[in-house]
């Protein structure tokens, strides 16, 4: 299929996320053959991943088939293939047991992943969420954990095993945090005999001076004190040190807990190893103000897998909207290739910052206008299901929340995909 | 929690299925405190697995957590375990790493899961459907076929991967068939550029001489038709000798098939074995008329896991209504010995028999009246919903179906867990 020469130029996305998702968007009705390649058969909304890990939604609410989405454009091809490398010299992108595909133009929408900080051995205690595997692999975990706990007969070990540890005090941290507080209060507390869910131990830790640092100190005060109201316990001002099976440690301290989620820091994909192209600390390309890869006018790189200025300087933020309008960029410069012009600088808007914080409180900065408390909440609430892809799954989530918020009940608290070796392994043969 | 002396009754119940769920339904209110016991934290619905199977369904809509069907009734405790055992002598249910549980009466109720007739090696290829696993596992591998075919430039390999075998002539490959010719030929017939997803072959295998044995044979002749129209080859009279990586060898022949799925046969849990009872060829026990283990009248045994004659001699079949009714009249003998009287015999009572064809297309057989065709579909439809336990589900599923009936989309088209080795696997690290 890639090898065969095409009288029309071939544009090849390599990711499936926000910004590759766009740029593919963007692209229609232009004169090209696009193919899109993603290790996934699913683009995610990844705004709302931490609702499936916490029960709340089940993993087709918020991903849909990423060949569904282009099913009217016949010149898109969807590919489910891992990109492992690109050959700038032939334009070829490498796949993983696969021909190479050809490009004439590339856009890079690889994105980010967790990081461990130099600790990749942590990953097996702290599971992080970036895709659907990790939002199920956390839910299994943390429903686990209190089906454990009513079987314990030790107080300290049941204690551990109804304590959860949030390395990471960013938007994910926060909503995760908040979530686990409502499943174990509201959700659970009537199901259990032996142990009372309302009892649960939740310590969010974060190594900076405050939460949601991409807020103004008045709303991460807000965002602490909603959480406390939720019984969480907010750890501030020092790092985590280490991370095993009996929990974590912060400075001097020691949680003992069974369940440990990372929430911490990202990693951009290996995209600049692939072009051998300079990357900062975080693995992200610096690409020039168009978008493109320095030294390389017909590749494109966006979203988390680059570092890029915003007007005045602050860092383009690693978030969906941004990569969004960093997609519909890419489209507009390599129309404007493809028509002999110089595509022009990319100017990233900022709309504004969300979190929530529980079923009734969020923040929101528009940077004109500031909101904390229930308002601010639905605001989000109406917001992300707007942005949600397709009536069904606007209306599969609006139902799943509604009854959340009536009736405390959660959609999806299933215990599956058991892991070798776990109490609750399902019975061999 | 076990060891500490009750002074009423304790009743275990082990296996949350339909039996299992119903027999503590059926002690609402008796002077007894129950624990059932079950290695998943969630009841499944069954008979519409093959839904999840084929994308129709995600696991949500037909699974709920055990102890939320019971969070209303406190002397009911919920124990996620795999049992191991039964001392008979001591009265207790041996579990896999935790203290056993100590019972005055006990419930078995552990159900059966798919045979490979000793060929257990054909398990690896040719997934069969008990498990919320089971479903996503064989979702999964249909789903990845297709992305495999597109970029497929070897026409054999590509002819291989959209071949899809189906062993088993009863319901369940009925179901399955009907529901991948729908998937191939509508859902997904506009995704695809290199392939024609309507020239998916799908092939029924039956050892017996027709489908459906347990209707009648004009209604067994109906299906057959009513999936040949859908595009489905049905093979029978011929059973499979060989399931390996390449497909399956019937008789002479050879199927090229890259997707084989199991539907042809069950073997009860080993509760025999633990209790030291006889067993039949499938392992089931041999009841009493009351349901309770030769030997143990303090011990039931229903579902699945035991054989049992119906009224004229026709053994009670292993659908859900007769295993709720047997957890049914489990209850009421458990109630009739606290009163210190002689239960009654089980009397089975057979309301009917349904199997699905397709999406406008079923087989009903009432006894007093029979039906194939659209109208029996319909029934089939308002029945499972109505059947399945709480309204959010019902609407759910409701609304799924809704939607593949008008658009031909399917909620759950998400391949996740992919096993180590295959391609399309995600990225490591």
Redesign the interface.
């Known amino acids: 299929?890639s090898m065969v020469q095409s009288p029309r130029t071939r544009v090849v996305v390599i990711g499936a996320g926000f910004g590759g998702i766009e740029a593919v968007r963007g692209l229609a009705g232009a004169a090209v053959d696009i193919t899109i390649i993603d290790?996934?058969?699913?683009h995610l909304f990844q705004p709302l991943l931490y609702q499936v890990a916490t029960a709340s939604l089940?993993?087709?609410?918020i991903?849909w088939?990423i060949?569904?989405l282009f099913?009217?454009r016949?010149e898109?091809?969807?590919?489910?293939?891992?990109a492992t490398g690109i050959d700038t010299a032939r334009r070829l992108v490498m796949l993983?047991?696969?021909?190479p595909v050809a490009y004439d133009m590339l856009i890079i929408a690889t994105g980010a992943r967790h990081s461990y900080f130099g600790h990749?051995d942590w990953e097996q205690f702290a599971p992080a969420l970036k895709?659907?595997?990790d939002a199920?692999t956390i839910r299994r975990r943390v429903?686990?954990a209190f089906?454990?706990a009513?079987?314990e007969?030790d107080p300290a070990r049941q204690e551990m095993l109804l304590t959860f540890a949030i390395v990471g005090g960013g938007p994910t941290g926060v909503e995760l945090a908040g979530a686990i507080a409502e499943l174990a209060r509201d959700t659970l507390k009537?199901?259990?005999?032996?142990i009372d869910t309302r009892e649960t131990r939740i310590v969010l830790v974060e190594a900076g001076p405050r939460l949601l640092p991409a807020f103004v100190p008045e709303q991460s005060a807000f965002a602490k004190a909603a959480l406390e109201r939720l019984g969480v316990e907010v750890a501030l001002g020092e790092a985590v040190t280490l991370c095993d099976a009996n929990g974590i440690v912060r400075g001097d301290e020691r949680i003992a807990a069974a369940t440990v989620i990372w929430a911490a820091g990202v990693q951009a994909s290996p995209a600049a190893e692939w072009l051998g192209v300079p990357a900062d600390r975080a693995g992200r390309i610096t690409v020039e103000p168009d978008l493109s890869v320095p030294g390389h006018p017909e590749i494109f790189a966006i979203g988390d897998t680059v570092s890029i200025a915003a007007p005045g300087g602050k860092p383009v933020p690693g978030i969906a909207p941004a990569a969004k309008q960093a997609g519909r960029h890419a489209a507009k410069a390599v129309r404007a290739r493809l028509a002999g012009e110089t595509p022009a600088p990319f100017r990233y808007h900022h709309d504004g910052s969300l979190a929530t914080i529980g079923k009734r409180r969020a923040v929101i900065d528009f940077g004109w206008i500031r909101l904390s408390g229930a308002l601010a909440w639905w605001i989000w609430g109406i917001a992300h299901v707007f942005f949600l892809i397709g009536v069904?799954h606007r209306?599969?989530v609006a139902?799943s929340w509604l009854?959340i918020y009536l009736r405390n009940?959660r959609?999806?608290?299933?215990?599956?995909?058991t892991e070798p070796g776990e109490?609750?392994?399902?019975?061999p043969?």
């Open positions: 299929m290790s996934r058969n699913h089940t993993p087709s609410d991903a088939p060949r569904f099913r009217g016949p898109v091809s969807v590919l489910m293939a891992t993983k047991g696969l021909d990749d895709t659907l595997e199920t429903l686990t089906e454990q009513e079987a007969h009537r199901d259990f005999r032996h069904r209306l599969a139902m009854w009940q959609a999806s608290r299933l215990i599956t995909q109490a609750g392994e399902p019975p043969g």
